[in-house]
């Protein structure tokens, strides 16, 4: 027995080190291209994702994203401990919150409606934001092209892709709209004089532009055909979010409902820092939450994980966000 033993011993080790040979002058072939360090990754390319919602086509393209570094100064009413817990129980970094930017560019058979537009030249927020018109050529679409350019609010990572440093129209085709009451506070002259200045400056330079060629939405009205705005104040004083529906499908473009698919879903009543009125933003988050939960609607979030299409589901006192599978095909397919 102990012979036998033996000669399995010898058999293992020398198929070890056969094994071992064969690594090691696999290596030694590959020579300098597998040692050789790799590359860091700095930045994806710009990039797109299509869908249809019935009749029309919708792309997702990205502004970048949009950092807003430790969040304890950007959520009130919860502690920064159980911030930062929400945060490491979702593998998210509790010392960085980022935030997308999902600009959602509809075809509507008749007409190109570009939703948000970024930050622009602007880097309040740091270097990787800005990369609207970079998107929209990889995804093929001219700007002259665009029709029509409906904007959830007037904060300035939604208006600030819209007219150049120097107040020219970037989309010179475009009609703008947006609810009157956004537009009036935050292009009112007598706030940049105050803690709102680089805000009221954006807006002012890229909405004045658009002045002769805007329109102002209303509540429960068509925006264009098959666009319905539904008022959804708070965030802002005139917040809106847009439903859009062709056929038997719909997606609400939910605009800055909830900022984050964790933090202000799973506790909606948590105060977000960036919000006009606090309190009004989380009726309205629970409004909207609850109508596209109970409906089952999709939503396209601006500043969810990329591309920021998913759904809402009740979940407690709160919500939970699934992400919509991409995919690379029209409709996902069925084995053969
Ligand atoms: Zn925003």
Known sequence: MAGIDISRRRIMLGASSAIGSTISAGLIGL?????????????????????????????VISDGPLPLGEPSGSFKGVTKEDVQKQLSDNFLNPENVVLEQNILILNTGSRLVLFDSGMGTSKLFGPSTGRLQTSMQQAGIEKDDIDDIICTHAHIDHIGGLAT?????????????????DFDFWTDAAKLDSDLTAFVAHA????????????FVEDGKDVVPGVEAMAAPGHTVGHMVYIIKSGKESLAF??????????????????????????????????????????????????????????????????RYIAQPMSLVKAPPKKA
Do not use: C
Request: charged content about 20%.
């Open 31 to 59: 020579g300098g291209a597998a040692l050789a360090k790799a590359p860091k990754m700095t930045s994806q390319p710009a990039t797109y994702y299509r869908f249809d919602i019935g009749e029309m086509q919708a792309t």
């Open 165 to 181: 440093d120097t107040g020219y129209r970037l989309f010179r085709n475009a009609t703008v709209h947006i609810a009157k009451a």
């Open 204 to 215: 002012r330079q890229n909405l004045l532009p658009y002045k002769s060629r805007m329109k």
């Open 254 to 319: 939910t605009g800055d409902t909830t900022h984050h698919h964790v933090l202000l879903t799973e506790r909606p009543k948590t105060e977000f820092a960036y919000d006009s009125d606090p309190k009004l933003a989380v009726q309205s988050r629970l409004k909207v939450l609850d109508m596209v939960a109970t409906a089952r609607m999709p939503i396209l979030a601006y500043h969810f994980p990329w591309p920021g299409l998913g759904y809402m589901a009740k979940q407690g006192d709160g919500y």
